[in-house]
């Protein structure tokens, strides 16, 4: 009946935009180290799960090209220092780990709804690109050596994999609650009317 | 703008204020690039003292340097006794003092460029690229829904929140965040239906 | 006055994941509304948002033909919706720029050209509803009554003929329900009312009992009204 609409699509596309930028505004977990460990990978990888690689990346993508003027990036500092800094590599691992991960969960979308995948390909998206831009980038804008660089990073594994936990379980649960949104040719409807069964 | 997390932006009528947000942010790419190029005392110390300038010509307040200098001041007191410990005073000040530059330079940017222009520069860039089905408007609509949507995430998020408290779940990220989501996507398919019903998928 | 023809039309819905595939939202239904006012009345879930919805596009029939004003629906979507304007229950969905002038200048961006001229138009119509002084607000920080009212603006502000509210009222407060039922009933336009407000109902011209699916009364709003008071029990 609805078609799935260009303007919804973008709605979604800006929604989580505004969504991992509170993830990212929101109380950090502090450790000390200064690299971004608030909920900001959790909005990221989310956003992937829950919108698909197309809708995921451009939604991180807006987030990123907003932060250069917004304080919307972890720490709340103001935007686009932190790509003249140490974290830039991390954040522009973002949308690529936001794609991958779409395409994984996409791939079949009766996988949306299974923790274990969902889980399993946040944490590989994220194994691809975060841990592996975010330390290079590190080494090169900190003079580090990469060991230096990779081992400061894994300081990080540990919340990453609790955080992609959540990520999981909460993107299953939105795949439940909005089954559309995964299917490949099914439209999307927001009208509030299952009404009858057809015979 | 009052959107809740307030941009960090000045008006005001400076030089940086006048310049096109492209010069702005090629500049600020190729003093990053010069950075790691050419490392040594000389370019650390010419960026600093560029950095310094640039704040105060954009008219930057002390108290919105200190503020973004605030949020990495951990990161960049580690690296600097990390650099010191193992490659000596110089070499710290060298590394540190460029990123420090760096994130200055950033701060001029944002003070000066406005949330409008900077969308106003993107619709621009955009438009070439009208021709392989991009739509520029969409794109500006875009950000214009995000900057709205980002007080409101926080209105649900303090909600929900709430909410999982009454209930005494405050300690399940679960309880709150579950929600949280799926308003934004029930909002967002809401707001897109009502785009629709407004023409803007038409254009 | 407008008229809006429903030929025939069936509304089916996919459910992925659901236990059957699909669910019939509207059975075969053919309408033809000339009237001024007209109010949809139902329990929820009865099809009457799929009604109010199948007026612009925003729902597509899944078989027959929707017809406003001798445009289709499904072939002339972007004049029908030029001519037909909708507002929703929630206003924060409807409202998607930063601040009001800025939302009201969004409707006008193909009757104004030129970014100043068309925030000056947008404030002069804030000023014929009485909103000029909250054209520089945050659209977040308004009451939900005001929120409401800028929504009808901004769907006004392009003067379409033909006006879909989708229980308008059904988030505000007993006086800004009033407030919004009077102004809406007040319009020169024609009116697609889908309301619980059984006294709006009552002030249109013709209402409709939609009911599972299906129009099960129309016709003049007391008897209407007075069956679907009966039959709720």
Redesign the interface.
């Known amino acids: 009946?609805?078609?799935r609409?260009?303007?919804?699509?973008?709605?979604?596309?800006?929604?989580?935009?505004?969504?991992i930028?509170?993830c990212a505004?929101?109380p950090d977990i502090k450790t000390?180290?200064?690299?971004p460990y608030s909920l900001q990978t959790f909005g990221v990888l989310?956003t992937g799960a829950?919108l698909g690689p197309v809708r995921g990346f451009l939604s991180v993508v807006?987030?990123l090209?907003?932060g250069?003027?917004?304080?919307?990036y972890s720490?709340?500092?103001?935007?686009?220092?932190?790509?003249?800094?140490?974290t830039a590599g991390y954040l522009v691992a973002f949308p690529l780990a936001a794609a991958l991960c779409g395409y994984l969960v996409y791939r079949n979308?009766r996988n949306a709804?299974q923790f274990t995948l969902v889980f399993t390909c946040g944490l590989l998206s994220s194994f691809v690109f975060v841990h592996t831009l975010g330390p290079l980038n590190l080494a090169?804008?900190?003079?580090?050596s990469l060991k230096e660089a990779f081992s400061f990073d894994a300081a990080y594994f540990p919340g990453d994999i609790a955080k992609n936990v959540?990520m999981a379980?909460?993107a299953t649960?939105?795949h439940?609650?909005?089954?559309?949104?995964a299917?490949r040719r099914?439209?999307?409807?927001?009208?509030?009317?299952?009404?009858?069964?057809?015979a | 703008m009052t959107?809740s997390?307030l941009?960090?932006?000045q008006p005001g009528t400076s030089v940086f204020h006048q310049l096109p947000v492209g010069a702005k942010?090629l500049g600020?790419l190729v003093l990053?690039i010069v950075?790691?190029s050419f490392?040594g005392v000389p370019t650390t110390i010419g960026l600093l003292v560029l950095a310094v300038a640039g704040c105060v010509v954009a008219g930057v307040r002390l108290r919105?340097a200190a503020?973004?200098?605030?949020?990495?001041l951990?990161?960049?007191t580690?690296?600097a006794a990390?650099?010191t410990w193992q490659r000596g005073g110089e070499?710290a000040f060298v590394?540190v003092g460029a990123?420090v530059a760096?994130?200055l330079?950033?701060?001029v940017?944002?003070?000066t460029?406005?949330?409008e222009r900077?969308v106003d520069a993107?619709t621009r860039w955009l438009g070439p690229f009208r021709r392989f089905g991009v739509n520029p408007e969409?794109v500006a609509?875009?950000?214009s829904?995000?900057?709205r949507?980002?007080p409101?995430?926080?209105a649900i998020?303090g909600e929900t929140r709430d909410a999982a408290r009454a209930r005494g779940l405050e300690r399940n990220?679960?309880a709150y965040?579950?929600p949280?989501?799926?308003r934004?996507?029930?909002?967002?398919?809401?707001?897109?239906?009502a785009?629709?019903a407004r023409g803007?998928?038409d254009d | 006055m407008s008229r809006i023809e429903l030929d025939r039309v069936v509304?089916?819905?996919?459910?992925?994941?659901?236990p059957?595939p699909?669910?019939?939202?509207?059975?075969e239904t053919t309408l033809d509304l000339t009237e001024q006012r007209i109010a949809l009345v139902g329990p929820?879930?009865?099809?009457k948002?799929?009604l109010a919805?199948l007026v612009n596009g925003?729902?597509?029939?899944?078989s027959g033909r929707v017809v406003v004003d001798g445009l289709d629906v499904a072939k002339k979507g972007r004049e029908v919706r030029r001519r037909v304007g909708f507002v929703f229950t929630d206003p924060s969905a409807q409202l998607v720029m930063p601040t009001v002038v800025e939302d009201v200048a969004l409707s006008l961006r193909h009757q104004v050209r030129g970014r100043e001229e068309r925030a000056d138009a947008a404030r002069g119509v804030l000023a014929s509803y009485g909103l000029e002084e909250l054209a520089d607000r945050s659209v977040h920080t308004l009451s939900g009554g005001q929120r409401q009212l800028l929504a009808l603006a901004g769907v006004l502000a392009t003067d379409p003929a033909v006006l879909v509210a989708d229980e308008p009222t059904t988030l505000l407060d007993l006086r800004n329900a009033r407030m919004i039922g009077d102004l809406l009933l007040g319009l020169p336009q024609q009116l697609v009312l889908a309301t619980h407000d059984l006294d709006l109902a009552l002030r249109c011209d013709r209402v409709l009992l939609v009911d599972?699916?299906t129009v099960v009364a129309d016709g003049a709003p007391d008897e209407v009204v007075a069956h679907y008071r009966a039959s709720a029990g």
């Open positions: 009946m609805t078609r609409t260009p303007t919804t699509d973008v709605a979604l596309i800006a929604g989580f935009a505004a969504l930028a509170v505004i929101l000390g180290v200064g690299v989310l829950v807006l987030y090209v907003a250069l003027v917004l304080p919307i720490g709340g500092a103001s935007g686009i220092s932190h790509y003249s800094g140490v979308h709804t090169w804008r900190a003079d580090l959540v379980l909460i649960a939105v439940r609650a909005f089954p559309d949104l299917a099914s439209p999307a409807t927001t009208t509030d009317e299952p009404a009858t069964q057809s | 959107a997390p941009g960090d932006y942010l600020l990053s950075a790691v490392r919105r503020r973004a200098l605030r949020g990495v951990v990161a960049m580690l690296l990390y650099q070499h590394v990123l760096l994130l330079l950033a701060t940017f944002t003070t460029t406005s949330v900077m993107i969409l609509l875009a950000f829904l995000m900057i949507g980002i409101l995430t926080l998020a990220p679960r965040l579950t949280l989501v799926i934004v996507v029930a909002h967002a398919r809401a707001t897109g239906d785009l629709h803007l998928g | 509304v089916r819905a996919a459910t992925p994941g659901g059957v699909e669910v019939t939202v509207l059975r929820n879930g009865s099809g948002s799929t919805r925003l729902v597509e029939p899944t599972d699916g």
